[in-house]
Each structure stands twice: as C-alpha cells, then as structure tokens.
C-alpha cells in the first residue's frame, strides 16, 4: 500500500507520538498546582493552569499532524521524520531521567540532614524550576548549535547559492559566523548550566538531570536574579562549595507579570527561608 520510504516515516511518527504521550502523561508530573508552601512564587505561573493540560494534549495532536505531512508531502528523504522522531525521544527520556534522579545530600550537611529527619520537618518537595527547563539546558543547544553552524559552514562552502546562481557575498558569510558565534556562546553560558531546584522547609534539592544532592538553608548565602534575560535565571549563592560549584542557577516557573522589572516573588521567599530577610 506504500512504499518503503513512506512506511519509515510513519513509524517514526508514530514513534514521535509514542515518546510525546510518555512524557506529557507517563514520566512527567500528574498534574501541577500553586505551591503550598511558596504562597506567592507559583500564583501566577501560567504552569499551574488547566489550559497548560490542555496544550500538552493539543501538541500530542500536532505531532501527529506533522509526522502525517512528513510521511505524505512528498517522495525523497526521512529527514524531518528523523528529526521528529529524535527530538521527541531526547525529551521522554529527559522527563525518564528527572523521575529517577534521588537525593544525595553533601557530607558536611549530614548533621543537619539528621536533625530535619528526627524532628519530622520534612515537608512535600516543591519545584521552583520552570518544567522546560530541560529544553533549554539540552535540547536547544543541541538543535541551535550544530543547526545554525551547519548552515554557516555551507554558506561558507558556496553550498548555497541565490537568484542567477550567485554566491552569497563575504560580509553575508561573516554575518553569519558571528550570529551563530554569539548564539552559541549566549546559549551556552544562559543555559547550559541550568539546575533542576526543588524544595521543602528545610533544605533545597538541586539536581544536573543525572544526580540530585540536597543543600540546607543554612547554606545559602544569598539569592539574586537576572530579570534582563527571556528565561529570567536565578541564582544561589552558597557558603561552601558543593558538588555543583558555590552556586546553582535555574530558570524559574513561567508568570504572569506586567512589571516584569521586579524580581519574582520567589526570590525574596528563598531569602526568607535562609534567614537573609525577615519574615514576610
């Protein structure tokens, strides 16, 4: 009924699909709601919403939708099921990885650890980090870098050509060297080393995707954010060094905010818990 090239993309469609529905409804969290415990940071985060349900289910629709115009616009290359089918996987097996990371709490907080767990103070972990903060940290360096730098190496290849078969021009060749040199450098240092940040009443969890040490409060020396940037960073500074450096910077949950000059209330609530601010 098809041919052999169609056959493929729709496989890898339906693969796309597979691996969109296990990290929308399978790996990923059941179902989110405002932050008991950080009463103003999740308020307005536009993560807590039904309609964020909604789009999760509505981007399994489009998946299918583009891997169907994949598998039948036209004859020749699987490249965009490919892609697709890639893409999808890298994001299920990164919801795959935050579900199994476990903490581990550095050796010279040990004591503090002990006494939060005699005196039952632990409390329900809650996440401070946004839910796309796996996008930004391994998926669009992983698309951007390589995608960008392998058009600017055939723009310098005279690969491409435009109307009449001309050559694109020296400056248009070092306009685009220097955009994908200064892309890459802004995404590498912005995102790159973004942490995945949970917390109780207690102490914090920072997690690389891979492992996840708990820091307490204590530690925490102070709290600043970068509200120039789009993914609006923030950042923790830590007395002694940890496994992950004196800092931690992750990208906070998504709001609603008119003046967007003014720090998150996340931030001022961090400080509160560290005993840098009084109470709220």
């Keep these: 009924m098809f041919d ?15 691996f969109w529905a296990l990290f929308l409804f399978g790996f990923g969290p059941r179902r989110r709601r405002p932050d008991l415990s950080f009463s103003g940071s999740d308020k307005w985060s536009t993560e807590n919403f039904g309609v964020w349900w909604m789009a999760r289910a509505l981007v399994i629709l489009v998946i299918a939708v583009a891997g169907v115009g994949f598998a039948f616009g036209g004859k020749g290359s699987s490249q965009g099921s490919q892609v697709l089918f890639i893409f999808s996987g890298v994001m299920a097996f990164g919801a795959y990885l935050r579900g199994k990371s476990s903490c581990e709490l550095p050796a010279r907080f040990e004591g503090e650890r002990h006494e939060a767990t005699e005196t039952g103070s632990l409390m329900r972990k809650s996440d401070l980090s946004s839910a796309w903060t796996f996008f930004y940290k391994f998926v669009l360096p992983a698309l951007w870098i390589p995608g ?5 190496v055939t723009l310098w ?19 685009f060297l220097g955009v994908w040199i200064v892309g890459s450098a802004l995404i590498l240092w912005s995102c790159a080393g973004l942490k995945r940040v949970r917390a109780d009443e207690q102490q914090l969890f920072v997690s690389n995707y891979l492992r996840e040490i708990c820091i307490p409060f204590s530690a925490v020396r102070d709290v ?30 998504r709001r609603i905010a008119v003046r967007f000059w003014r720090v998150d209330p996340v931030v001022d609530e961090l400080k509160q818990l560290a005993g840098l601010l009084p109470d709220l």
């Design 4 to 18: 052999d090239s169609t056959t493929i993309k729709i496989v890898l469609a339906l693969g796309a699909v597979g």
């Design 148 to 152: 960008f730098g392998s058009g600017t």
């Design 157 to 175: 290849l005279d690969a491409l050509h435009g109307r009449n078969d001309a050559l694109p021009s020296s400056a248009m060749k070092f306009v």
């Design 224 to 253: 600043k954010q970068n509200r120039w940037l789009n993914i609006r960073p923030i950042t923790i500074y830590f007395g002694d060094v940890t496994e992950f450096g004196d800092r931690a910077t992750f990208m906070p949950k």
